[in-house]
């Protein structure tokens, strides 16, 4: 199983980027899906997560600026990312929930990160 990040760029304080996850390989079914993120110096935080349903969790300082969205058709993941600020530059991480077989267990898998870069 790979998770292969990719939108990532640089771009002015104010701009937009949107980021994708494609989840590939030996999958029985994609549970929930999510983003994290790390910036230099600092420990990997939460960004954002949904759940098969499409319920989902964000971080307050990504609230009504950020938006998650799932194909489950193409296990893909999506990240709009909206009013950027430089506070955000950081190396962004997909990561997923995966079972691979119909009786296997489910596993956390981490994508490679893609880096997002927001000058002021």
């Known amino acids: 199983v790979q998770l292969q990040a990719s939108g990532g760029g640089l771009v002015q304080a104010g701009g937009s980027l949107r980021l994708s996850c494609l989840a590939s390989g030996s999958i029985f079914r994609v549970n929930g899906m999510g983003w994290y993120r790390q910036s230099p110096g600092k420990q990997r935080e939460f960004v954002v997560s949904i759940d098969t349903g499409g319920t989902t969790t964000y971080a307050d300082s990504v609230k009504e600026r950020f938006t998650i969205s799932r194909d489950n058709a193409k296990n893909t993941v999506y990240l709009e990312m909206n009013r950027l600020n430089p506070e955000d530059t950081a190396v962004y991480y997909c990561?997923?929930?995966?079972?691979?077989?119909?009786?296997?267990?489910?596993?956390?898998?981490w994508g490679q990160g893609t880096q997002v870069t927001v000058s002021s």
């Open positions: 990561t997923a929930n995966i079972q691979t077989s119909l009786w296997g267990s489910q596993s956390n898998y």
